[in-house]
């Protein structure tokens, strides 16, 4: 009964407790607009001054948990879709995240990133069958010091091409 009981407590424990990371802005993972850093501030913007794309292509960012491309990034696709009919060739499309939530939350949130960018993409006349996607989650950080600055720097997708 004894042994019963302390792993069942165990597990509780565990359960509630978790293992994740909390958000950014807070105690506890809890935040508020205040906190977070939007791209719509213009650090990031059109002017590409953290381009992690290659190949002539504008990274676009993403704001905290989301997968809706902004609307102060409708000018990097556009620049994106006009360089794509230059250069041909496939494009690799890749989603990326910060470090916050799980590892397949992340990849999860990176393949819905990197589709919004594809279906813009297509809207603008890019051929779907010239695109792969691929999701990096976390994994492949721009940048690695601990500021909402940072963190808003993985929020992103890179375009390159296929070579």
Do not use: H, W
């Amino acid at each position: 009964m004894n042994k019963t009981l302390l792993t069942l407590s165990t597990m509780t424990l565990l359960l509630l407790g978790g293992c994740g990371q909390p958000a950014p802005g807070g105690i506890g993972g809890n935040i508020s607009d205040a906190d977070t850093v939007s791209i719509d501030e213009g650090r990031y913007g059109n002017n590409g001054a953290y381009n992690s794309s290659s190949d002539g292509f504008q990274s676009v960012y993403f704001d905290f948990d989301d997968y809706t491309v902004p609307s102060s990034q409708e000018g990097a696709i556009a620049k994106d879709a006009a360089n794509a009919q230059r250069v041909g060739g496939k494009i690799k499309v890749e989603g990326n995240c910060d470090e916050f939530g799980t590892d397949e939350y992340n990849y999860a949130l990176g393949l819905k990133r990197a589709k919004a960018v594809k279906d813009s993409l297509v809207m603008q006349g890019v051929p779907a069958s010239r695109m792969v996607l691929v999701s990096y989650g976390e994994s492949n950080p721009a940048c690695t010091a601990q500021t909402d600055a940072c963190y808003a720097q993985n929020r992103r997708v890179d375009l390159r091409l296929v070579k």
